[in-house]
């Protein structure tokens, strides 16, 4: 595969893609190495992923980090109620079959092992996507026990002993800038930045996903975006927004954007009071630069 | 069902709304997406997801969050003494099929299942309203998992396997602002800021709920609560005081708010032994704004 | 029963009460809303609901709290053991009818069932105060957990199944400000805020209460217990202490205050040896406020 | 009996009392409640239970706190061993009547409980003195359950039922102040503080307890401890010490106290390698201070 | 016995005393009192309860303490399994008397009992040495226990009953000081501090203990470790280094002290590397003062 059949396959999986992401996307690819996306937040870095476990036909297994996340829950846990009923189980019914069954199963076998993510993706099949979200998150702790994984791709279970991946997953690391990375993570990835995206990668976005809006719609709610995101906000809304508030707007059958709709649904958008506050004070502004018309005007 | 329709059920369940709030409800329908709520405390948050599962006709299931809530509290818990004694039951009775795995899957049958909020949701046999209240009480790990959840609609039981939602609930999520909530989860959702009511509304929604308090008495009360509220307060008393409040004075009888009574009873809308204090003193002045007379002169 | 009548019943069991505290107990009752009630220690909030109880002819169930008070302390609990040994004892005897399912209702059987307070206030056979005494000192999830059960009042047994209140208990709730209840608590509740009592109240009570003492050592002891309060102690004494040292007093059939003996009781009345010294210093000065004549003198 | 009877009867078990102490006791006899002492170590605290026991010709039954007590370490516990060994014992004998009641009954018999000192307490054949040895060692949650036995002095035992206490116990509770009591626990006792004696109680004291000694001797050793009192030390030497090393110092045979022997005996009063440091610092200056003559001088 | 003899027997066994040790051993013999030493490590703590087992030719009962231990570890257990093989035993032979009773005085016989230090100790034919080592190492459960046993030398073994000491042992309890013991265990003991043996001491322990070591090498050793202990190290070395020194070098065949071997061996008596470099540093101004001859010179 070459990087403009990538650039196909994302568009294909209705991405509407740079060139600068299907290169990183082939190279991660190609070179087998990490992929870290940074960028503001609702900027569709997770997307990527999605699009590419699609893409591959193959899974995509995310791994969500928090504050405390640590190497247990990202790996696997036993379950020791289940052991336990086991071998109780067991014992029942060796007390009445009066007969050791000559399987003794293992109990600390595959079937008790609780698996997360991390080793999920290692005895995967085949080869998945590891989306591994908002690394910033998690502490330094968690990021250098990360990069042993990453770098080794052996996990070690102390009861069964060392794991070997069977097919490299596909890694997409992503953050937010919440705390700087460790260099030594940097370096173990590629890096791609995404931006917002400008008006007309937007409006063709909008219309690409959501098929029920109206060219003239879908260009102002793209204009609103675009000057929704000057303000000084709080969360400045992303793509996800932008999508969702066509939705909604195609749902409520609208061709055209009027003023009180915008007010009624800026929670669609907006996602903390302050920013609506500061929205609602720009308003009119803001309508007048996109020159929208109230609804009844423009009845 | 359009936003209308909403308002209108809204309307009939007795909560009395707003263009905004109608529409989010509408909305978060439509997309099947959650509705984030925020607003300082006693504005009737959580009435809305009543409100909503009563006008929908359909269960409410409520998980209230706090701190070191974890995912087995809210999706699920084994009856492990419970499975443990029924083993040793079967074993008594000698009642044993030859095969161990007849015995796991009973032992791990839904009799033993302790369902938690969430599980109850998805397993719901229709689409419940699910209520996930002070979401911001919680700690990180709780918020992310809940995101996986909200975003899949399934559960991985290890014993049983995976359980698909046959229903999409609704989902109300309720925050207080004690912490900052992810972006992640936050962009998951619609937003709605709920302010406390003007003097209006107010009195609209005594009146509808209060059956039994006059037309005067309902006023009173309501200014009152605006004039209240005015005060520096460590907890503002919100609309449930003041239901709370006209139901008490009209089971008491009042038609009227005679100062007596409201020392008396300022244990109904201030809960805190300061602002009982800070109300005291400024009663006079209160008084005197709102032209309340003392019983005796009334009588 | 409306207000007076509720304080008339206080009054009768002995209970010096002031309008704020019977219309809290009134519009508790009315409005079957939990009562809150805060305030300095030992000034008798534990005894409104013992006064209640008798009042209203009913049992009182108390709760008391601390710190990792969890759900199943405050429920309920299976007797493990006696469970298995019931179970070894059946198949030891052999006296196994066919099915497990008799076993297992026989098992479940509310022999093994240890009930805790809450249950035992939700099963009891009539309208039962549940006292729940400190609820500060225990932790945020139990307070969470018991909110559930407040506003429910119906709890889920699995092995058994949902039990549902027979009749709604009247709760008193009890705090010493240790830490700050949650919002929903509060706002779940009427509020009610006790201080020390006056020197009339005081007086009142241990005349009431203390059939033994005479008018003028009750009056000395009052005024004691008034100057006693201004000191800065550690614990100041409540109307507990004061009712102990007049009986106490009265047990040793004195008939006025005495310097020796004061200085010989203040164990009764200070529980803390920095007070005692505190007290000590103070007390010449004490006498001299309270005209406390030596006993030699006196005599 | 009256307090100066009381005041004999600890007279005459070698008890050298105060007028506090005797009335604490009287008053706690008389009130039937606890009696909390509390008091620097050593300082013959836990010596007032034993008195009150012979003085009132009873039993002693102590309860040693420490951290990490619980409740059926202070009440009782079952012998489960012994009684599944009975199961399998009757079992193997084929002694079986037809009723599980009644081999239940055998099993949860006296035979096996083991009842620990509270459960002793309550269903002691006389009242016994119960000492609640360093009360401030156990946990919150001890504490609490302690209240609740000392108010109702009765003992729930799920198999058995409830035990009322045929005679209330009298209560002597101690406590070294390593932590906060809670305000409850203070308020149900009546208070008892003791310091160290002064010179001529520590005088009383040895010349009644050890016999041997002679006049001078004691003379020299209290007039030494009082000394030692002043000191800086970790561990201040309490009656208790004064009095073994009384014992020690006549089991050796001397009718003064040299120099050299003092040296040598600091073990049996110092149990701290610091405070021996302190001490044998200050020895000379001690020896002035006390006149005490070196053995060689002395002869 | 009196103290010189106490003296000279712990002399004749090869501990080399001083006045303050062998009057604390007497005086523990004598008051019947517990002997608690405490002092830096390898002093010879353990030593003197060998030695005096020695020297009352009687036995050496050692408890060893540890995080965890709990009283059935050193008390007695009762041996389950034998027991219940015992039953199968007894039930598959057939030979059964009729009564329960029986059996089961049987089966709780002393034969299924195993015994722990404390029992064997109580339980000893004549008076034992019990040495309580390193009681600072078990947690605050265990030493409260340990206080009762040591007040009342009597154990309650339910199945059999009250065993009461027939001779009470001679304990001897040492620490580390790795933790605070209880004021209580304190005041039952006698004290003794054991610091660093002066140069004869250790020089008598050293020839005592080694037996291959030439006098001259002995003291050589003697005065460079009490050189060594002048300097400020981290871990100043104990007679146990001294020992375990002159052991090396009388395994090495040396019969002085040479320069170079010094330097070679110093790992034997400085375990840290700091002390070795400090150690190194100061090497030729302690050979100076010993007047160490280099090997080369001195043959």
Known sequence: MNV???ADLLQSQGYITEPAVSMAVYLSMQLKKPLLIEGPAGVGKTEIAKVMARAMDTDLIRLQCYEGLD????LYEWNYQRQLLHLKMVEAQGTLSGQTSDLEEEIFGEKFLMKRPLLQAITHHRAPVLLIDEVDRA???FESFLLEVLSDWQ???PEIGTIQATHIPQVIVTGNRVRELSEALRRRCLYLWIDYPDYEKELAIVRGKVPGVSQKLAEQICRFMQELRQLRLEK???IAETLDWATALAALHFDHLPKEII???LGVILKD????RTAQLSLSELYEKMGVVSKLEGV
């Not at 190497?71 to 990202?74: N, Q, T, V």
């Not at 009071?273 to 609506?276: A, C, G, L, R, V």
């Open 4 to 6: 403009s059949q990538i």
């Open 71 to 74: 190497a247990s829950h990202a």
């Open 139 to 141: 502490d330094e702790e």
């Open 155 to 157: 996990i070690t279970v």
């Open 236 to 238: 400045t809304p992303g």
């Open 263 to 265: 007010e009624q649904t």
């Open 273 to 276: 009071w302050k920013d609506t």
